[in-house]
């Protein structure tokens, strides 16, 4: 625990970010070398939240916080068990993970703080998820910090009588974020500037440079009205946080560079630096779809649509914004959808309206995709549906009639390698009349023969899915020989891995319907996704062993009477055709 707090001491306060993060990376060594549980939920949380990420995505610190909390709950610290669990939420709300799903972790995690009795990481936690349901769509104003678990303005008044300084400016942050997304960006002003005094005094916690962020692109929101005084005082405050920013995005570019180049973007643009504005939009879009920060990715397809439009550029604008859409839609903010489509109605046509993809999954035909409402057992059956198969021939025949019945689509193939090569080994089509299958298993056909070769291969080169809307009009990939060919509405391309390791490919296809893999249909296919990368190596050394097995029964059977063999202890023994042993 001291070396943990040392390490933040060093990145808080003397600046010192590569010493700090090695005295953090001690106190995670030696908690796992002494397997002392006793103490760990400390040194785990303080290590994991004040002083990792600034060397580490944000992403790779949320397991360790989930085991402080397990190792807190284990050992008695429930006030760091608390802490943990409040932080594991939140740092996965930061790194834009699926609204919907985070929700009931968050729910799950609220319950689990009130039975251990604590009440700050409880409101804190409160708060997270109300910002989580405003975002939802489940609150009557998604800018107001107030619902039916959490209203901001009590909860912020008695934050402040206590001096918990941690809600305090997670309530201001949250609430920032809130505002500026829903284009309450005078709200969002008087938020920010309410919220300067709590900030301070920290200067190596999470919520900093996510507050720098935010400010600075309130300030530049409204920074064409200011008056000239104004003007220089916000510009000055922009630099100073940018200034931040680009210190914390040299250590940490996987989470900072993004936002120091969307904060960038939106600088010169208010600036009529219009050439530097769209090269700073392309790098912040570019880098937050690289590391994964999709709601980030989403605001600056959003900022560079408003500055298309601005410029009389309406198609790229129309293009950047339904980009923008998309990734809020995967988010699952369907509150920032609705208000996208409300605010550009000419951007978005009807039936895109009406075919969100942020409606709950189920195993439904295809002809009636959108009805949907998620249904686990379901899941869980098809999960063991994969698992029992052991013969590879069955387990690919069990694998794609399972996968296509709960994607909602047309048709699909499995891309396995063989010697070096990556092939379709599976193939399935739904025919909707007789509401069955038609599977084809172990043909080994070339991909560019019947697939989009760019789409396979970029999938195997990044080991990261893609999902098209609407593939002939989105994306990157509408140039793609096969996609203008067959014009196919939706597509989802998904690498199948096993702790890392790329074990396959599967591709699903629907001809008929746009919006076809929502968010909800995405994580049940990763999910049912990873059963199956486990379940084919599992086949895959069962016809090894089956192999090695024949094998070693022909070389026996082929072997004279009386011949003599050495056993692995040196002993000699007979052996007749049957390969029956004769000492």
């Given amino acids: 625990m001291s070396y943990a707090n040392y390490g933040f001491v060093l990145c808080a306060v003397v600046q010192d970010i590569e010493l700090g993060y090695k005295f953090g990376q001690l106190a995670l060594s030696l908690a796992e070398k002494l397997n002392t549980k006793k103490g760990n939920a400390k040194a785990l949380m303080v290590s994991s939240n004040h002083v990792m990420h600034w060397k580490v995505h944000f992403r790779k610190t949320i397991p360790i916080l989930v085991d402080a909390y397990q190792t807190g709950v284990e050992t008695g610290d429930f006030e760091f068990a608390g802490y943990s669990a409040y932080y594991a939420c939140c740092r996965s709300f930061f790194v834009g993970e699926s609204l919907t799903q985070l929700e009931q972790t968050t729910a799950a995690y609220s319950k689990a703080i009130s039975q251990i009795r604590r009440e700050n990481p409880s409101n804190w936690i409160a708060m997270l998820w109300q910002t989580i349901l405003n975002l939802l769509g489940r609150s009557f104003n998604p800018s ?25 400016q997670f309530f201001y942050l949250y609430k920032v974020i ?59 405050c922009v630099s100073t946080n940018q ?25 010169a643009r208010v600036l009529g630096q219009f050439f530097e504005a769209e090269e700073f939009y392309e ?43 998309y990734c809020y839609d995967r988010w699952g903010a369907i509150a920032k959808v609705k208000d996208l489509e409300k605010r550009y109605p000419q951007f978005f046509s009807q039936s895109s309206r009406a075919a969100s993809t942020s409606i709950p999954i189920t195993v439904e035909t295809i002809t009636n995709p959108f009805h949907t409402a998620f249904d686990l057992a379901a899941v869980m059956k ?67 023969e019947q697939l989009p070769e760019s789409i396979i291969q970029y999938v195997i080169r990044t080991l ?31 690498p199948l891995l096993n702790q890392a390791k790329l074990v396959g490919v599967l591709y699903l296809e629907n ?24 379940a084919i190596e599992n086949a895959n050394l069962y016809s090894e062993l089956q192999a090695k097995e024949s094998k070693i029964t022909q070389f026996l059977e082929a072997i004279p009477v009386g011949i003599a063999i050495v056993d692995a202890a040196g002993r000699p023994y007979y052996t007749n055709q049957c390969g029956n042993q004769l000492r």
């Fill in 382 to 448: 098809a999960s063991q549906a994969i698992s029992r198969e052991i013969e590879l021939k069955q387990l690919l025949r069990s694998l794609m009639q399972t996968l296509i019945e709960n994607a909602g689509a047309q048709t699909g193939y499995l891309i396995l390698e063989n010697s070096g090569e990556w092939l379709i080994e599976a193939a399935c089509e739904l025919n909707t009349d007789e509401n069955a299958c038609a599977t084809q298993v172990l043909q080994s056909i070339p991909i560019a």
């Fill in 144 to 168: 107001r910090l107030i619902g039916s678990i959490y209203d901001g303005e009590q909860a912020l008044s008695h934050a402040i009588a206590v001096k918990d300084g941690i809600e305090t």
């Fill in 243 to 267: 200034e931040k920013m680009q210190k914390w995005a040299e250590h940490a570019p996987m989470n900072y560079l993004h936002k120091f180049h969307l904060v960038e973007a939106e600088k």
């Fill in 464 to 494: 990261k899915p893609v999902i098209l809307n609407d593939a002939t009009h989105e994306g990157a990939f509408i140039n793609e020989p096969y996609i203008r060919q067959n014009q196919p509405q939706s597509i989802f391309c998904l």
């Fill in 511 to 534: 001809r008929l319907a746009a919006r076809v893999f929502t968010p909800e249909r995405s994580q049940v296919l990763q999910l049912l996704s990873t059963q199956a990368a486990i």
């Fill in 283 to 325: 790098r912040a879009i570019a880098g937050a779809a690289e590391n994964e920060f999709i709601q980030e990715e989403a605001l600056a397809y959003e900022l560079a649509a408003k500055h298309y439009l601005a410029r009389g550029r309406e198609k790229i604008a129309q293009t950047y914004m339904k980009e923008a859409h």
């Fill in 178 to 236: 809130l505002c500026y997304l829903f284009e309450e960006y005078h709200q969002a002003l008087q938020t920010a500037v309410s919220a300067r005094q709590y900030f301070e005094e920290v200067t190596a916690i999470t919520v900093l440079p996510l507050f720098c962020f935010y400010d600075s692109l309130v300030l530049l929101s409204l920074l064409v009205e200011a008056s000239s005084s104004q003007k220089e005082v916000w510009l000055s």
